[in-house]
């Protein structure tokens, strides 16, 4: 028996991790269509791998905005620490996502809850995400949207939260940064990151004074 039969064998009585390698082996067929159905397959079935799979195919190959978010939350979910960011972030109304994808900003509407994007961050755990960040699991652009994400809500003065919001977004802008220049990111992203955590240290300084 050929190694696909085996693993479609496997995939048809309910093994997951079967389905996820049978996906992965259509996908490298260029079946995309195969490798979609036994993703979803593995992904209902507990798969991380196969979720991202999913949302990655959704935000490059086949650019479905709608499905892509049906990943995305499915691999958070799941305990996946970049969709958690990725989801948190957009749920936030982080700025730094509003094209991901191309998609544009309306049409991501459909899930901005900052509540629920707040919820997941501290889920998440700040001690988490710096430990994420040094190990890679995070890059510079994921720690950027959860630093904007707290930026974004500072923007309402009214609130007590102001310089608390201020000063994450702050050190997530300067985790941002060092992890930005420790990957070779482009200068002008650098040069963003820096310009934001000026701005934001000299606001701070600001509204201490008041």
């Known amino acids: 028996m050929s190694i696909k039969n085996e693993l479609l064998e496997k995939a048809e009585r309910g093994d997951s991790a079967a389905a996820l390698d049978l996906g992965v082996m259509l996908y490298q067929e260029s079946d995309l269509n195969g490798a979609v159905r036994w993703w979803e397959v593995a992904a209902n079935g507990g798969e991380i791998n196969a979720a991202r ?15 892509f978010l049906k990943w995305l939350r499915k691999m958070a979910e799941l305990g996946d620490i970049k969709g958690k960011a990725v989801l948190s972030a957009l749920l936030c109304h ?31 755990g700040k001690e988490k995400i710096i430990a994420c960040a040094d190990s ?27 310089i608390e919001d201020k000063m994450t977004a ?21 040069d963003t990151l820096q310009r934001l955590i000026h701005e934001n240290k000299e606001e701070i300084k600001a509204r201490e004074k008041m």
């Open 53 to 67: 799979n999913l949302m990655t195919i959704y935000i490059s190959a086949e650019k479905n905005c709608e499905k």
């Open 94 to 124: 982080s700025h730094a996502y509003w094209n991901i994808g191309g998609f544009g900003e309306s049409a991501l509407e459909q899930i901005r809850d900052r509540k629920e994007g707040f919820q997941l961050i501290d889920e998440i």
């Open 136 to 162: 890679g699991e995070l890059d510079y652009q994921d720690i950027h949207a959860l630093g904007n994400a707290y930026f974004v809500r500072s923007l309402d003065h009214s609130k007590e939260s102001f």
């Open 170 to 190: 702050l050190e997530y802008q300067e985790l941002a940064l060092e992890c930005a220049e420790k990957d070779s990111a482009p200068q002008i992203y650098i």
